[in-house]
């Protein structure tokens, strides 16, 4: 069972840029869509972002115009690159299938946006 490890998670002033990672530990070619997912403390899991094996993408309001989701099947690597980076966009972000796969959660990796 393929298993995925997100990095990429920092401390970051409000505007800053980050890229997130999600290396899966086997082939995510067989997944057509997956997605970055943020749970922010107190706050429901959202999904932030899809992209298909054919690449086409969904953004939630929130993120759209300033995140870029994208994919490496040959890498089995999920990307999430994070521009004008706002306190709200502080949370524990994962990657998963869409829908989601209760047996794939990583351990996420926290982003911080504060000044």
């Known amino acids: 069972q393929v298993q995925f490890v997100e990095s990429g998670g920092a401390l970051k002033q409000p505007g800053g840029s980050l890229r997130l990672s999600c290396a899966a530990s086997?082939?995510?070619?067989?997944?057509?869509?997956m997605g970055w997912y943020r749970q922010a403390p107190g706050k429901s899991r959202e999904l932030v972002a899809t992209?298909?094996?054919?690449?086409?993408?969904t953004y939630a309001d929130s993120v759209k115009g300033r995140f870029t989701i994208a994919r490496d099947n040959a890498k089995n690597t999920l990307y999430l690159q994070m521009n004008n980076l706002k306190p709200a966009d502080t949370a524990v972000y994962y990657c998963?299938?869409?829908?989601?796969?209760?047996?794939?959660w990583g351990q996420g990796t926290q982003v911080t946006v504060s000044s």
């Open positions: 998963n299938t869409v829908p989601l796969d209760d047996k794939l």
């Open positions: 086997g082939s995510i070619s067989s997944f057509y869509v």
């Open positions: 992209r298909t094996s054919d690449s086409r993408t």
